[in-house]
């Protein structure tokens, strides 16, 4: 297994040939897309939902235009020229991401946006994933998806090995320890983890929660064992609190740490089961309270998006993600797909000195779907006159 700790400084941009695919790509090493640019449109990532093999209604969205206008990130390429207009500027700051395994997910499109705008980016690799995932960096499987938009690589300064679902060696138990996937690795548990990168760095700016999982995600509610829900609850929701307790030492006055959660908090998402819904719940009321407690004691901001569902692989190989992302784009305000883009580029204003004056929030990068009441593809509405884009 690769080194836990090893620094990845990845500087050269490979010429790489990678087949062309249709459409928004799972998780997976590589991104396929005719172009550089287009593959970080293209870039998708987990929406942290799971199957849902009950919920059996057909959307007519399938031909719905997919547009998008999309404001991107970028630090000024040339510092001696005057920038034009209103950038997110986060040149000399320091990202730690949590919950970065591949090149699709949440966290990945969110540390792309940080780096573009100027951070250094530390990220934090699930320990069974890490191998993988160093490995894919160094041969240049993600090369065509670190691509930013003024044309350079993403360079990620360092990967640490973290399992959030731990706050210190004493609580990992016997099988963990003495388990192969584990093998090799050291210091992952959080404390460890922010010790690691107060010894290496000594400070952050930014702290980013992507993590999130449900070990009896596809069980409804009324079927989940005490433990499903209460695991949920560990790596969902609590893994926040002990990140941000843990950093917050490292974290410089005026910082700003945030998560992702989902709509299925607040409302119905049959299929969304194990405790899942409840731990994005906790998640955004932590995030309120965590919001008070950091800024008094310590000027950070803690806000948290949700973001609308988005292709991965995670998501699409349980069979749930197409089926929400059809009825998503039939009845949003907004009928076009959501990007992983847009939510990193939400993430980056709301860690830019932009946003100073939000904290305690919930943001949401949906298309607008949380607003609303009813479902408009609904055959009760065939009456209306109801503004489609059917192209």
């Known amino acids: 297994m690769a080194a836990a700790a090893s620094n990845l400084q990845i500087a050269t941009l ?13 998780c997976g090493t590589t991104l396929g897309g005719s172009s550089k640019v287009s593959s970080w449109a293209k870039l998708s990532s987990s929406s942290n939902i799971s199957s849902l093999p009950f919920f059996q209604r057909k959307f007519f969205s399938s031909s719905v235009k997919n547009e998008r206008t999309v404001t991107k990130a970028m630090a000024e390429a040339n510092d001696s020229k005057p920038g034009s207009g209103l950038s997110i500027d986060l040149k000399g700051k320091r990202a730690f991401i949590a919950g970065v395994a591949d090149d699709n997910g949440y966290g990945w499109a969110i540390a792309k946006s940080l780096a573009a705008a100027g951070a250094e980016i530390l990220v934090g690799t699930w320990v069974p994933a890490l191998n993988i995932f160093e490995s894919s960096l160094r041969r240049g499987k ?43 690795s050291s210091n992952w548990t959080v404390k460890e983890v922010a010790e690691s990168v107060k010894q290496d760095f000594g400070s952050i700016d930014i702290l980013v929660h992507s993590l999130a999982n449900g070990p009896e995600v596809t069980k409804p509610l009324l079927e989940t064992s005490r433990n499903g829900y209460l695991a949920a609850l560990s790596a969902s929701s609590y893994s926040y609190i002990s990140l941000l307790k843990h950093f917050v030492p490292i974290i ?28 994005k719940a906790a998640l955004e009321s932590d995030t309120r309270v965590l919001a008070f407690e950091a800024g008094r004691k310590h000027k950070i901001r803690v806000n948290t998006i949700s973001a609308g569902p988005l292709r991965s692989r995670a998501a699409k190989a349980i069979g749930f993600i ?38 305690g929030a919930v943001i949401y990068v949906d298309n607008g779907l949380n607003a609303m009441g009813v479902g408009v593809d609904s055959p009760i509405f065939k009456d209306l006159d109801i503004p489609t884009d059917k192209h």
Do not use: W
């Open 322 to 359: 197409d089926m929400m992302i059809d009825y998503s784009s039939a009845n949003a305000p907004l009928q076009k797909e959501l990007s992983a883009e847009e939510v990193g580029n939400a993430a980056a204003f709301l860690a830019s000195p932009l946003a100073s004056a939000i904290t």
């Open 252 to 279: 410089n006055p005026g910082g700003s740490s945030l998560s992702l959660t989902y709509i299925a908090s607040e409302r119905i998402i049959p299929g969304y089961g194990g405790g899942m819904s409840s731990a």
């Open 142 to 184: 993600f090369d065509e998806s670190r691509v930013l938009p003024g044309g350079s690589l993403m360079e990620i300064t360092k990967v640490y090995p973290l399992d959030a679902v731990f706050d210190s060696p004493e609580d990992v138990p016997e099988d963990i320890k003495t388990n192969k996937r584990y093998a090799g």
């Open 14 to 26: 490979r010429h790489c040939q990678l087949p062309s695919r249709k459409g928004f790509e799972p």
